[in-house]
């Protein structure tokens, strides 16, 4: 998502779980509703184990705490979700509303140079222009 970054988080005690984090600003008043899903991933394409569930991050609470399957509740298919010693867990998310919260707008320097600012440097003949910083 743009604007906003995440951090994900994994826990391998008495449970199987994963959470994430909205890593933004502290400072500005914000919020961002989301629908996740938990996935354990069968790793040979059989049924993965799927938990959803919704958060609300917020300037104040940025963590949903770790989405947890407790490791006796896979069961005796736990065993089917190992692969070389390792499990695969996938943290799935859609944002269903965000507010405070404004996308930096990336600029592509591979395009041709147009003119959109005030300032022009000529660069062996060539204006090049430029952003006006304060």
């Not at 989301?34 to 569930?53: F, T, W």
């Not at 949903?64 to 070389?84: E, Q, S």
Request: hydrophobic residues 40%.
């Amino acid at each position: 998502v743009k604007g906003v970054p995440w951090k994900a988080r994994a826990c391998r005690t008495k449970f199987i779980g994963a959470g994430l984090e909205c890593m933004h600003s502290q400072l500005t008043p914000w919020n961002i509703s989301v629908n996740a899903e938990l996935v354990l991933v069968h790793p040979n394409n059989g049924k993965h184990i799927v938990v959803p569930y919704q958060r609300e991050f917020r300037q104040c609470r940025n963590n949903c705490n770790a989405i947890l399957m407790k490791k006796k509740d896979v069961g005796k298919n736990a065993k089917k979700f190992i692969k070389d010693g390792k499990i695969t867990i996938e943290i799935r998310f859609w944002i269903c509303k965000m507010n405070g919260v404004r996308a930096i707008q990336q600029v592509d320097f591979t395009g041709p140079n147009e003119p959109s600012h005030d300032i022009a440097l000529v660069v062996e003949g060539e204006k090049v222009y430029a952003s006006k910083q304060v």
